[in-house]
């Protein structure tokens, strides 16, 4: 078989892929969608944050806040849903000798230690990450102790700190099951265990094996 063939092959296999894991897997992608939109913020604090002690940190410029969990008065997210959530600490090191240390706060918890050190005239932007699986209610923030040195003006945005909703209820944001192991799933003929209603099903399933039976006729046709 020639390269043309092999390859139109393969792009037709990775189409028919995608399309039959719409068409077999309604339910898993609208339960993403309905569960709720997205949770995802992003906010700057501007000036400077100079050896005191700063519990929370209040990050007052607000550029993203979808799902409106993170409150710029108090400097504290909360989680809307339980979830799998990551969040984001970034800070411009003040030149000079420092010593430090930010923490990441669960329910006024310390879930996660960010220590960084810079000496003489040197600066660095110093980023920590942490992933909390989180229930509906609890809160996150971010703690600066004593003896820490941070610094952003009104424009450079070089304090931030952002998180996102990961996956809630074993679904993922992007749609679909985390953890299913599965990318290219083929024609089941096993009983479905979803709120579709039987003729919804049956026509899903249908679907999905003529979709498949296409694609066996359409290899079969280039290799020979």
């Given at each position: 078989?020639?390269?043309?063939?092999?390859?139109?092959?393969?792009?037709?296999?990775a189409?028919?892929?995608?399309?039959?894991?719409?068409?077999?897997n309604?339910?898993?992608?609208?339960?993403?969608?309905?569960?709720?939109?997205?949770?995802?913020?992003?906010?700057?604090?501007?000036?400077?944050l100079?050896?005191?002690?700063?519990?929370?940190?209040?990050?007052?410029?607000?550029?993203?806040?979808?799902?409106?969990?993170?409150?710029?008065?108090?400097?504290?997210?909360?989680?809307?849903v339980?979830?799998?959530?990551?969040?984001?600490f970034?800070?411009?090191?003040?030149r000079?000798?420092?010593?430090?240390?930010?923490?990441?706060?669960?329910?006024?918890?310390?879930?996660?230690?960010?220590?960084?050190?810079v000496?003489?005239?040197?600066?660095?932007?110093?980023?920590?990450?942490?992933?909390?699986?989180?229930?509906?209610g609890?809160?996150?923030w971010?703690?600066?102790?004593?003896?820490?040195?941070?610094?952003?003006?009104?424009?450079?945005?070089?304090?931030?700190?952002?998180?996102?909703?990961?996956?809630?209820?074993?679904?993922?944001?992007?749609?679909?099951?985390?953890?299913?192991?599965?990318?290219c799933?083929?024609?089941?003929?096993?009983?479905?265990?979803?709120?579709?209603?039987s003729?919804?099903?049956?026509?899903?399933?249908?679907?999905?094996?003529?979709?498949?039976?296409?694609?066996?006729?359409?290899?079969?046709?280039y290799?020979?």
């Open positions: 078989m020639s390269s043309t063939k092999i390859k139109t092959v393969f792009v037709l296999a189409v028919l892929c995608a399309t039959s894991f719409v068409v077999a309604p339910v898993e992608l609208t339960a993403a969608r309905q569960q709720g939109g997205a949770v995802i913020f992003y906010a700057a604090y501007q000036g400077q100079r050896d005191i002690l700063f519990n929370p940190i209040v990050f007052n410029e607000v550029l993203v806040n979808q799902g409106s969990a993170y409150d710029n008065d108090t400097g504290v997210f909360t989680a809307p339980a979830g799998i959530y990551q969040f984001v970034a800070a411009q090191l003040c000079g000798d420092h010593n430090n240390v930010w923490y990441f706060m669960v329910n006024g918890n310390r879930r996660m230690t960010c220590h960084a050190q000496s003489g005239p040197d600066t660095t932007l110093n980023t920590c990450y942490s992933m909390e699986e989180l229930k509906t609890d809160q996150v971010v703690k600066q102790s004593v003896g820490s040195c941070a610094w952003a003006s009104t424009i450079s945005k070089t304090i931030t700190f952002s998180g996102v909703l990961l996956a809630r209820e074993g679904v993922s944001t992007l749609g679909g099951k985390y953890g299913s192991g599965s990318s799933p083929l024609a089941s003929t096993g009983r479905r265990k979803d709120t579709m209603s003729s919804v099903g049956r026509s899903a399933s249908l679907s999905h094996v003529a979709i498949t039976l296409l694609l066996c006729l359409l290899l079969d046709t290799i020979i």
